[in-house]
């Protein structure tokens, strides 16, 4: 019904006078002049792709108004020409009127791809039009007019027949940019998953091509690469590795020439780093033709080369040892021995009867020889008669020995078959010497090397210990003086004032003593994170002030034109200077103390900083300038008792300015004055990630609402937490050890977990895995005045990231907590 009705209508319009088909020739070149306008307003294909639902029903509205229409449907045909896949694209003005449905003619006109008009009549309360786009021969979307009072005719069909052809190829470049852009997406995630498995392959994998040219480099760990990785590509062997790069250049021509797979090890190219590596080089075989290709992996293998080296050194020894005991053997205390395969006799000579306290006469059997070693060591010495009685395999044994008088020693007992000219076995022989002294010394040295490794433990938990109970009431301290500050009597605030300054003093000695030894056991690692250069060295040079001030000292800086954010380590580089101005403003009385900062070259990705600190102080004389960054140096004891301090802080200095691949030296003469000087590397991150944030003040009671369970031992530090807590809103609840917060978990839950590490009954080590094992979701802030580096290894692997070494800044605390907070 509803198709004849479609027909019938296009073949009256076709045939009958319509008011369309008399509009005059002007109204017509207007309507041609608006679809023109029309079709040069379709959005570019980049709007088209970034804004489509836009695009389209702004089309849509112009549509409508050249159409005289109130209604318009535009839907997109998905894979295939079934009608339950055509989907609503664009649609302007719902459907007011009861009885509009025209979703059958629009499904038609998508199924057969035949236009279809709709004329006003009983069944139809309202004019429709349904046009489709098509596509080499295939409908790709639809498009749905009504509402015009005059109805539609074929004319319409062919008026805007221009506008479907553009709509059709626009669509399906549409569609082709979009496929190619996902093409795009997936080939970068594949990049990044294939530079992800590269990295996880060897500890450096280099590519090179047929010119031996490098083109791509992965890293597991950038302080392995020689040269910065920007270096490298685009470089060939002999730019990369200069005066080195002989050994490489020729197993590449090998590799090129013969495709044969080229191994070697080498030494770090670098002079300070003590390293071996381990070079594997073959070519890349393409499934299809090109240029050849060369794949570089380079494995780390510097532990077990220095445990080989170690071990052929021991080898070494041993055979020196059995050189000389050859030559030495009537001086020593070693017997021999000789069985004769013929005649069965067995012989020995008098050093053996005196070694075994049996007397001259004594039986000598395989059996009684046996019998004189350890019960544990006696089948080893059988296998290895057995062995060279049946196969002639010779065996040297070091084995336990007891005589026939209980005296307990060590032996090295060796034993060969010896031949005649004909090459006829005659006899099988040997010697047993008194290994004693030699066995005792092994031992002894093991016995030392595990009493060293127990001294350095004992020495970690020492230092261990020591930071928790300094830090501990430390942290008591700091912390109290922290909330009188905020709200000081008149009388109190210069008193509080002092309290800081002392307790902040009193902790940078205990942070020097703790940095030097994690830094001479090796396990402090520089971080590399985006910071404010002028913002750091303001706080700096403002923070010395009134320390310059009080001695009527001038405090100047000058500082060149820096970038706006570097990457590096913040911390360590404040510490640097921190050290270096402290040192300059306590033994300079008159005069001044500079710092400057210039930079000495870059790029808009790196840059170098040269720093100096000056002063016009005390100097140091010429002998004691190789000296003065030694472990606990200080000039003279005049110096340490007018001035202070540990004689640590130019050593901690130095060994910081070596981590950052630098070196720091001075300039000085008695009463003239000391400049150190020191240059420090830094990358210039991209711009969008160069964003630091601000801390700023939390408002009250931003934590509302979270509980917080606080497990700690020492009441002083828990009233401390409370009063830093007090108005954030948080719900306290506090357990003295591991044993006690349990039991509370188990009986409520709770948003977070503060907790200090040692604790009676059950400290937080042990209470950590319970924690996450009752309530997973529980964050846990880990408050402890233990700060050697094995806490943070432990704690890592317990996948605990929130760590504050006390004492701490309660804004710092707050601003972890707020990371967990809904506010």
């Known amino acids: 019904m509803l198709a004849n009705t479609i027909i019938g209508s296009l073949r009256s319009d076709s045939d009958s006078d319509t008011p369309q088909e008399d509009v005059s020739l002007r109204e017509k070149m207007l309507r041609q002049q608006k679809l023109l306008d029309i079709i040069g307003s379709i959005p570019a294909e980049e709007a088209m792709q970034e804004h489509p639902r836009y695009a389209m029903e702004q ?30 694209t664009t649609l302007v003005n719902q459907v007011p009127e009861r009885g509009w ?45 009504a509402g015009n009072a005059s109805g539609y005719s074929a004319e319409t069909i062919t008026f805007l027949q221009p506008l479907l052809n553009v709509l059709a190829h626009l669509h399906i470049h549409t569609l ?46 950038e302080n392995l690469l020689f040269r910065p990785r920007e270096e490298v590509i685009g470089k060939t062997i002999s730019e990369v590795l200069g005066e080195h ?34 070079l594997k080089m073959r070519q890349i075989r393409d499934k299809i033709p090109g240029p050849k290709r060369i794949l570089l992996m380079v494995r780390n293998i510097s532990e077990s080369e220095r445990k080989n080296h170690s071990y052929q050194q021991a080898q070494s020894e041993l055979r020196r040892s ?36 049996v007397p001259y006469d004594f039986p000598i059997t395989f059996q009684a020889a046996a019998s004189f070693y350890h019960p544990e060591d006696q089948k080893l010495f059988i296998a290895a008669r057995e062995e060279l009685s049946h196969h ?70 020492f230092l261990s210990v020591m930071s928790h109970e300094i830090r501990t009431p430390l942290n008591a301290i700091i912390g109290i003086a922290g909330i009188l500050e905020d709200h000081p009597a008149a009388e109190q605030a210069e008193v509080v004032h002092n309290l800081q300054f002392s307790a902040n003093h009193l902790l940078g000695l205990i942070n020097d003593i703790l940095d030097f030894s994690k830094m001479e056991a090796g396990k402090i690692e ?63 009385s008159e005069g001044a103390v500079t710092l400057e900062v210039h930079k000495e070259a870059g790029t808009t990705a790196n840059c170098t900083l040269s720093f100096a600190v000056k002063d016009t102080g005390i100097g140091i004389v010429p002998e004691m300038q190789d000296k003065i960054f030694d472990t606990f140096v200080q000039e003279d004891s005049a110096t340490t008792r007018h001035h202070g301090g540990t004689g640590l802080g130019l050593a901690i200095t130095k060994k910081l300015v070596t981590l950052h691949n630098s070196t720091i030296t001075l300039e000085s003469k008695k009463n003239e004055g000391t400049t150190f000087r020191f240059q420090i590397d830094f990358d210039i991150p991209e711009t969008v990630q160069t964003t630091i944030p601000a801390k700023n003040k939390r408002p009250e009671g931003f934590l509302k609402g979270m509980k917080l369970l606080v497990v700690e031992d020492n009441p002083i530090n828990i009233r401390i937490l409370e009063l830093q807590l007090k108005n954030s809103g948080a719900l306290i609840e506090t357990a003295s050890n591991g044993r006690l917060a349990l039991e509370k978990i188990k009986r409520q839950p709770f948003d977070g977990i503060i907790l200090d590490l040692h604790m009676p009954e059950m400290n ?46 309660a804004e710092d605390l707050l601003d972890i907590l707020a990371q967990y907070s809904n506010g």
Not at 335 to 352: A, D, K, Q, Y
Not at 406 to 414: D, F, Q, Y
Not at 415 to 441: C, E, P, S, Y
Not at 776 to 805: C, G, N, S
């Open 245 to 278: 790069a002989g050994a490489f250049n020729r197993m590449a021509d090998k590799l090129l020439l013969t495709g044969e797979d080229q191994e070697y090890v080498y030494p770090d190219i670098r002079q300070a780093p003590q390293n071996w590596y381990h």
């Open 101 to 145: 449905n025209f979703t059958p003619a629009l499904q038609m006109v998508a199924g057969n791809g035949q236009a279809a008009i709709l004329p006003l009549t009983g069944d139809n309360p309202a004019p429709f039009i349904g046009l489709p786009i098509h596509y080499r021969q295939q409908v790709i979307a639809v498009i749905g007019l």
């Open 59 to 88: 089309l849509l509205q112009q549509l409508m108004e050249l159409t005289g229409s109130s209604w318009g449907f535009i839907g997109e045909m998905k894979t295939g020409n079934k009608l339950s896949q055509l989907q609503t």
């Open 764 to 809: 937080g080590y042990e209470t950590i895995p319970h924690i996450q094992q009752l309530q997973p979701e529980a964050f846990i802030i880990v408050l402890t005045a233990d700060i050697m580096p094995e806490v943070t290894e432990r704690l890592a692997r317990l996948h605990v990231k929130d760590m504050l070494p006390k004492p701490y800044a």
């Open 392 to 461: 002639k395999t010779p065996y040297d044994l070091e084995l336990r020995h007891i005589s026939a008088k209980g005296k307990k020693t060590w032996v090295r007992s060796i034993g060969r078959a010896v031949f005649n000219a004909n090459g006829q076995l005659t006899h099988f022989r040997g010697i047993i010497m008194d290994i004693t002294d030699k066995k005792d010394t092994e031992l002894d040295l093991m016995a030392a090397r595990d009493n060293a490794q127990k001294a350095a433990q004992s020495r970690s938990d």
């Open 176 to 221: 082709q940019e979009m496929n190619t852009r996902q093409l795009q997406t997936a080939f970068t995630r594949l990049k990044s998953e294939w530079d992800s498995l590269m990295l996880t392959l060897d500890d450096i994998l280099f590519e090179m091509n047929d010119q031996k040219v490098f083109t791509h480099v992965w890293c597991s760990q």
């Open 526 to 588: 520089l971080e590399s994170i985006p910071f404010h250069p002028d913002a750091l060295l303001q706080g700096i040079v403002r923070n010395y002030q009134p320390m310059a001030g009080k001695k009527g000292i001038a405090l100047l800086t000058r500082i060149d034109p820096l970038p706006a954010t570097l990457k590096g380590d913040p911390v360590r580089i404040s510490q640097i200077l921190n050290n270096l101005l402290n040192n300059a403003i306590k033994f300079t």
């Open 322 to 357: 059995n050189q000389l005991l050859g030559i030495c053997q009537q001086m020593g205390k070693m017997g021999g021995w000789e069985f004769n395969v013929i005649t069965g006799e067995t012989f020995w000579t008098r050093e053996i009867y005196d070694l075994r306290e």
